[in-house]
């Protein structure tokens, strides 16, 4: 009985086995058709640009160009490129492809909308507008205050120090990433700018619309330290932590040298991690200063050192610029800055429109911001980064070339940044973040048509609310379209459907001649060719 029950168990198990297993088959056929149809719709996107005059950003000009991407990544630059099926073409003859724009010290309202915290621009904004309300001048020492209190590496700030005793730049600060909202209406207004990569905080965003994917690049490039006239105590404060940095990375070369493990590696106790960080070529050293003397030991200091600063303001370095060259200066500056001359001294000083040109010219890389790095549609016109291209302008109006006012609004940031292996110039290998222009970028008059982000449009003049409505484009023809089949031949395109009739016993007698007027009941004339097989469904008519 027992084998009986036994058999008989072993005997359903089976059938119940085969009667679940039967379906097994489809399902598998089901995997892999989604498998198949994964595949297609994950498959490769490829955009073009086609037929503007494109400005590459190194200094090559093609004119009737045409700028292909695949997956984002600009794939080919040329003339008569092949288009795979599939790829989006924006068709812009006449016009200019410039790279995408890169702003430095970018509003966070860019990335986080209208609710984000003021920035370090809006401080000093604000503390402008509060020292005239209040009728005190600006001086180094109000300044340096509110660098303070918002850079704790400058003196009187109560930042607390991390694990390796260096005092972080933002204290407070959450990640520029996890922030991003990709539906603000400033994203839509730096767009339209140009911008397509901007700095928050201490990371590079690229200002794609509609989603977080791949937004950040980098973050955490660059390391504050303090050096003014003011506090002596800083200048003091930031030699020392160099000087142990260095002493520290020489001992350490030595030990490696040497290649004795019995001996113990040099201690790293009492040594700065962020002049540590610099002088291994990991993060920028930042300063912040105008006046001459300030600039001067910065550019020293950095030769002595061997690194290269990035110097945001230097509204006197013109007057140092060789210093500045021969240091290898990242230079920050605002080229419509205006300040006079302190009557104090007999040496030159001041603001110069010249300053960005003399400084080029020396040998300094030139980055250029506006008065104001916030983004709105109140306040002073062209002074904030709505205008970051006009700024650049008036680089070019201090003896700057063309060429290089680009530059400082594109690939120099870029590297500041440390993403200009991905923006900053348009190149094979390189993101396709790009603008289409309607005249010279750094003309005041020209508007971005189209900003392309990753490969795909992100911003388009004519579909925006802000500007669609000054000098509206033609919508005699549409500038996109998808590559596909090649169309049918005119000698082709009659046997089709002819065919089509045959099978489908479609005559003048079922009426669907008569509704097209194709029959001669209709007054049609037989020599214009027209029979009851429908040869007008060609569309000759």
């Not at 489809?26 to 005059?53: H, P, Q």
């Not at 990569?197 to 990371?203: I, L, P, R, V």
Request: charged fraction near 30%.
């Amino acid at each position: 009985m027992k084998q009986f029950k036994h058999t008989s168990l072993s005997a359903l198990a089976l059938f119940l086995g085969l009667a679940f297993a039967a379906p097994l088959p489809a399902l598998a056929f089901d995997d892999e058709e989604s498998a198949e149809e994964a595949e297609e719709e994950d498959g490769d996107k490829w955009f073009a640009v086609v037929d503007g005059d494109v400005f590459t950003g190194t200094g090559a000009v093609l004119r009737g160009a045409t700028v292909l991407a695949k997956n984002g990544v600009i794939e080919e630059i040329g003339y008569d490129l092949y288009l795979p099926e599939g790829t989006q073409v924006l068709r812009v003859p006449g016009q200019r492809v410039y790279p995408g724009l890169v702003a430095l010290s970018a509003t966070s309202r860019i990335s986080r909308g209208m609710f984000a915290s003021r920035d370090e621009g809006e401080i000093d904004e604000l503390a402008r507008a509060e020292a005239e309300i209040e009728g005190t001048p600006e001086s180094p020492e109000t300044f340096d205050w509110l660098a303070a209190a918002y850079d704790p590496t400058l003196p009187g700030s109560s930042a607390p120090e991390d694990e390796e005793g260096a005092v972080g730049r933002r204290p407070v600060r959450m990640d520029a990433e996890d922030g991003y909202d990709p539906f603000n209406p400033y994203l839509i207004l730096a767009l339209a700018t140009g911008i397509t990569t901007a700095e928050q905080g201490d990371s590079a965003l690229k200002l794609k619309r509609g989603s977080i994917d791949g937004v950040g690049m980098t973050e955490k490039y660059i390391s504050s330290f303090a050096w003014s006239n003011s506090s002596p105590s800083s200048k003091e404060s930031t030699r020392a932590k160099f000087k142990s940095a260095s002493d520290y990375l020489r001992e350490h070369r030595k030990w490696e040298e040497r290649g004795d493990k019995e001996i113990p590696e040099p201690d790293k106790k009492g040594v700065d991690a962020n002049a540590l960080k610099v002088l291994r070529g990991e993060t920028w050293a930042r300063f912040s200063s105008n006046d001459r003397s300030e600039l001067l030991g910065i550019a020293r200091l950095a030769q002595q050192y061997k690194f290269r600063p990035v110097i945001y303001g230097a509204r006197e370095g013109w007057t140092v610029a060789d210093e500045l060259g021969r240091a290898g200066a990242y230079i920050v500056v605002t080229p419509r800055s205006r300040a006079d001359k302190d009557e104090r001294y007999v040496r030159p000083g001041g603001s110069s429109i010249e300053n960005a040109a003399k400084l080029h010219a020396a040998g300094a890389t030139v980055t250029v911001v506006p008065a104001s790095t916030s983004i709105d549609l109140s306040g002073i016109a062209g002074r904030d980064l709505l205008h970051l291209p006009i700024e650049a302008g008036f680089a070019v109006r201090g003896g700057m070339s063309e060429q290089a006012a680009l530059e400082a609004i594109t690939i120099n940031p870029a590297r500041i940044m440390g993403v200009d292996h991905r923006v900053g110039s348009l190149e094979v290998g390189k993101d396709c973040d790009l603008i289409v222009t309607d005249g010279d970028v750094l003309h005041y008059e020209t508007f971005v048509q189209w900003a392309v982000v990753a490969g795909e449009i992100a911003y388009d003049k004519q579909e925006e609310i802000y500007f669609a409505h000054i000098r509206p484009r033609s919508d005699a023809v549409d500038p996109l379209e998808v590559v596909g089949e090649e169309p049918a031949t005119e000698d082709e395109a009659p046997a089709e459907p002819d065919a089509d009739d045959a099978e489908e016993g479609d005559d003048a007698e079922e009426g669907d001649d008569a509704e097209e007027g194709d029959d001669a009941e209709e007054g049609d004339d037989p020599e214009a060719g027209d029979d009851a097989s429908g040869d007008d469904a060609t569309g000759g008519r």
